[in-house]
Nanobody, 123 residues
Framework: QVQLVESGGGLVQAGGSLGLSCAASARTLNNFAMGWFRQAPGKEREFVASINWSGRNTRYADSVKGRFTISRDNAKNTVYLQMSSLKTEDTAIYYC????????????????WGQGTQVTVSS
C-alpha cells in the first residue's frame, strides 16, 4: 500500500511561482511512475504532468508546458511540481498520483492518489 501526501499549495499572485511536493509512504518510488493532476470547481480532473520511474522522461499538458516542471527524488520518496508564470486558470486542487504500469495522461492509469492541495492564483 502506498500513501501520498501533497504539500505546498496556497495563494499566489498571477505571474508568480509555487512549488508542490508529494511525499510517499513506500520504501522507494523507484518502481512507480508519478503524475500530477488538477481539478477546478465544476470540472473534471485533468492531467498536468507525469514522470517515469527513473525521472529521465517527462510529459506535460499543453496548457502548462514551459511553465511547470515535474521532477522526482526517489531517495527521498518525493515528487515535485514547480510552477511558474501562474495564471488564474491554474487555480485548482492539485493531486499527486502513482502508477505501477505506466505514466499516461488518464487518471485511470494511476493506482494511488493523494488527498490534494489547493492552489489559488489571484489576478
Amino acid at each position: 500500500q502506498v500513501q501520498l501526501v501533497e504539500s505546498g499549495g496556497g495563494l499566489v499572485q498571477a505571474g508568480g511561482s509555487l512549488g508542490l511536493s508529494c511525499a510517499a509512504s513506500a520504501r522507494t518510488l523507484n518502481n512507480f511512475a508519478m503524475g500530477w493532476f488538477r481539478q477546478a470547481p465544476g470540472k473534471e480532473r485533468e492531467f498536468v504532468a507525469s514522470i517515469n520511474w527513473s525521472g529521465r522522461n517527462t510529459r506535460y499538458a499543453d496548457s502548462v508546458k514551459g511553465r511547470f516542471t515535474i521532477s522526482r527524488d526517489n531517495a527521498k520518496n518525493t515528487v515535485y511540481l514547480q510552477m511558474s508564470s501562474l495564471k488564474t486558470e491554474d487555480t485548482a486542487i492539485y493531486y499527486c498520483a502513482a502508477a505501477f504500469t505506466n505514466w499516461g495522461v488518464s487518471k485511470n492509469d494511476y493506482d494511488y492518489w493523494g488527498q490534494g492541495t489547493q492552489v489559488t492564483v489571484s489576478s
